[in-house]
Structures are given as C-alpha cells and as structure tokens.
C-alpha cells in the first residue's frame, strides 16, 4: 500500500467512525426512548421484551409472546450517512414472515419516524401470531384417519 493509501484508508475510518458516533447519539436520543414508551405498553399485554447486545452502529429491540413467537427489530448503519430498519418477525408453526427493510438518511431519523417503525413493525407481528394462530387450529380440526 502507497503513502496515499494509507492516507486515505485513515481518513476514511475517521469519517465512518464520526458516523457511527453519530448514530450512537441519534440512537439515545430516539430510538431507546421510543423503545422504552413501547417498552412499557408491550410488557403489560404479556411482551417479555429485551435490548441483545451489539456492536457501535446496531441497535436491537425484541418483542417476545413465545419462545418460538417474536419480534426483532434492528436498527444499523448502511453505509456512511444512512440508517436501515430491520423487521424480523417469527410465529409458531414455522410461517415465514417477509422481513421489512427501511432505510433514510440518518439526519431524518427522529422519535416519529422511530416510533412509526415499531407501530408497524409491532402491528406485522400481532397479524402474523394470530394468522399462526388460525392456521394451527386448522390444522388441529383435521382428523387423520388410518
């Protein structure tokens, strides 16, 4: 590697570095917050809910009804200036569940636009459980026959 490039390598992990920064105040400032208030109005309807460990630059916010029933949410830099939200959603009885992906850029991120992303994010999950839920009771109402 050349005296540029070496150069330019660290400058460029300063500017990601500052993003990231970035991200980590934009993060405490609005997504934990929000997270807290969905926190607080999930956990009295039977959530058991939880913040997994991540790296500088990632946020993950879960939403437990089952062992096998869950929301996961992630919220992670994209490149240098722009923030992705991430929709997990698993139900029991193994229905797949398209995973959302929503990116802006991290000077739109705010409690709205944060607390908007666990609305829908939120409303995906209860519709898949109790669309899970339908489909198990159809299947318990079968009788097999030998």
């Not at 917050?33 to 990632?58: I, L, Q």
């Not at 919220?75 to 193994?94: I, K, Q, S």
């Not at 994010?121 to 209860?126: P, T």
Request: glycine fraction near 6%; hydrophobic fraction near 35%; charge should be negative.
């Amino acid at each position: 590697m050349n005296d540029w490039q070496r150069s330019f390598e660290s400058k460029l992990e300063a500017a990601k570095k500052q993003w990231t920064h970035r991200f980590e105040d934009v993060a405490g400032e609005y997504l934990e917050p929000v997270f807290c208030w969905f926190d607080d109005f999930t956990t009295t309807r039977g959530f058991r809910t939880s913040t997994p460990n991540c790296e500088p630059g990632t946020r993950l916010f879960k939403f437990e009804l089952t062992e096998n029933g869950y929301l996961l949410i992630a919220f992670r830099m994209n490149g240098l200036d722009t923030v992705e939200a991430c929709t997990e959603v698993r139900v029991p009885g193994g229905e797949s569940v398209e995973d959302v992906r929503v990116e802006t850029h991290l000077c739109d991120v705010d409690r709205q636009w944060a607390q908007t992303r666990f609305e829908h994010s939120l409303d995906r999950f209860v519709v898949a459980f109790g669309a899970a839920g339908t489909a198990e009771s159809h299947h318990a109402g079968q009788h097999v026959t030998a």
